[in-house]
């Protein structure tokens, strides 16, 4: 080689040097900026959580949600969701029918009917319609029920709905669809009752929603069936299964909304402040806005919304709450002798709520196939048509200074007295009052007769003490000129249109000078 090869080569290796040197250099400052943008905006103590705006306005203006139980249990489609527990008990009526049909628990466990779940029928964009359709503003699955299942493509266990039954994300189909179509997505999670309490920790098989007896699945040493059954460390378990699943639901589908089943408090504290920490900083540190909702006293109100399940408030809230029911008079996943409630019943309902500051997460319960029964969608589709004559007296409202007035009364006791919550019916006697800017509406939980008069006492002046002027009132439906009277003794006195209003519910819309 001669020199100038050789200076041509040393130069090269110099202009190389520096311009990979700049390039690592570039690539660090990236790293750095990228790390510093992942700087944790909420650390894992209650404190720093309750910084967070747990209900944003998008969560109070939503109103209407919707989510379903549809899972393995689905297969059999028997008794109810509580099947993969209940199945072991000799003497239930579950067991009895799981025997006859299937053969004996030890010989065809829970874990049998995962290549069974096919759900071959199942169109996530259909769904994500039917939900917009109803009305609802955020939509979702059950991501895992307690039976160990997981409704999304997992890597943290075999049993999943990507490695087996339907062999496709549902999760991350349905996310695309609800988010396309305007909605929110929320996931729910029951799965803080999958782990085995019973012979690990020394408690009875109540806590457990798995029972440990001798030679069934749920007490097999095999790892794989450890992971459906939570028959395994504890500590192992809440890092690597309820937080580990957690994570990676959060990760992958980027939930609106997150919301907690019962048993939540058996999980240790440090775990559910870890979470907490964890969603909101993966929400661009909670400015994408949030919410985590839960039952009982699992979680700090500062952090979390309150859930009343299959019941609600006797008064306005001061805060954002929610209440999940099922559109069924029976289990909340499907079974082939499940019943539903009338359309009017369930509207009724969401009124009551939404007058109180309410959000109703309304469940419904697909077969196994992925198809929603018909009495279902035509329930939905109902309450939806509804919706969008007279949502404007729902969406994007408040409470009023009282939630109504009528002889219906809610019961007490929330879900102990949930069973007198679903009985519970209403009339046109009953009266829910929501407001909007200068508008306020009072809506009657069914029809008028035509020129009925009626009388809303709750504008009386010593009940509202600063009586309103009122400049306009109508009918929603309507385009008669309506006959009306204020008296601040009385209330505001006014006469139903000479053609009735044929509606599930009759919205009056009053509106006062500014």
């Not at 110099?14 to 250099?25: A, D, I, K, M, N």
């Not at 109100?301 to 929610?322: C, H, P």
Request: with cysteine.
């Amino acid at each position: 080689m001669g020199t100038s090869e050789i200076k041509k080569g040393v130069l090269y290796l110099l202009v190389s040097g520096l311009f990979f040197g700049c390039l690592q250099e570039k690539e660090s400052r990236i790293e750095e900026k990228a790390d510093s943008q992942k700087q944790k905006t909420y650390e894992a103590d209650w404190a720093s959580l309750g910084k967070y705006n747990e209900d944003p306005e998008w969560f109070k203006n939503a109103k209407l949600g919707i989510y379903f139980h549809w899972g393995l249990y689905s297969v059999p489609a028997f008794g109810n969701e509580w099947y993969p527990r209940n199945m072991h008990f000799e003497g239930n009526k579950v067991y009895e029918h799981h025997l006859e049909k299937y053969g004996h628990p030890s010989e065809f466990g829970y874990h049998d009917f995962a290549p069974m779940f096919k759900a071959e029928k199942f169109n996530a964009e259909e769904w994500a319609q039917l939900f917009k359709d109803a009305g609802a503003r955020f939509a979702g699955p059950v991501a895992e029920h307690h039976d160990g299942y997981a409704m999304w493509d997992s890597k943290l266990t075999p049993w999943d709905v990507m490695d087996t039954g339907p062999k496709k994300d549902i999760t991350g189909e349905l996310e695309k669809a609800i988010k396309g179509k305007g909605m929110k997505f929320i996931t729910a999670f029951h799965h803080a009752k999958n782990l085995q309490r019973s012979t690990i920790m020394g408690e009875e098989n109540g806590k457990s929603h798995f029972p440990y007896f001798e030679g069934m699945p749920p007490s097999s040493s095999d790892p794989d069936l450890q992971l459906m059954y939570g028959n395994m460390d504890p500590d192992k378990w809440y890092n690597d299964i309820w937080l580990g699943k957690l994570k990676e639901v959060i990760d992958n589908y980027s939930p609106d909304i997150i919301w907690f089943d019962y048993v939540l408090g058996d999980i240790p504290e440090e775990y559910r402040k870890e979470f907490c920490a964890y969603y909101l900083n993966a929400t661009d540190g909670g400015k994408n806005e949030p919410v985590i909702v839960r039952k009982q006293h699992d979680l700090p109100l500062s952090v979390s919304v309150e859930d009343l399940e299959q019941a609600r408030k006797e008064t306005v809230g001061t805060k954002t709450w929610m209440t999940d029911a099922t559109i069924s008079d029976g289990s909340w996943g499907y079974t082939e002798s499940l019943g539903v409630k009338p359309a009017k019943d369930v509207l009724h309902m969401l009124v009551d709520i939404v007058s109180k500051n309410g959000v109703l997460l309304l469940n419904i319960s697909p077969k196994a196939d992925g198809t929603i029964p018909e009495n279902q969608r035509s329930g939905l589709l109902e309450m939806g048509a509804w919706l969008e004559k007279y949502g404007e007296a729902i969406y994007d409202t408040e409470a009023w200074y009282t939630f109504g007035e009528g002889p219906t009364k809610e019961p007490k006791g929330h879900f102990k007295n949930h069973k007198a919550f679903i009985k519970l019916t209403y009339s046109n006697e009953d009266i829910r009052y929501t407001t909007k800017d200068y508008d306020i509406y009072a809506i009657v939980l069914g029809s008028l007769k035509s020129n009925q008069d009626l009388v809303l006492q709750s504008f009386a002046k010593e009940k509202i003490l600063d009586a309103p002027t009122i400049e306009k009132v109508t009918f929603l439906g309507s385009d008669e000129k309506i006959v009306w009277d204020y008296n601040e003794e009385k209330g505001l006195s006014l006469k139903a249109p000479s053609k009735a209003i044929e509606e599930m519910a009759t919205v009056i819309k009053i509106t006062i000078s500014q």
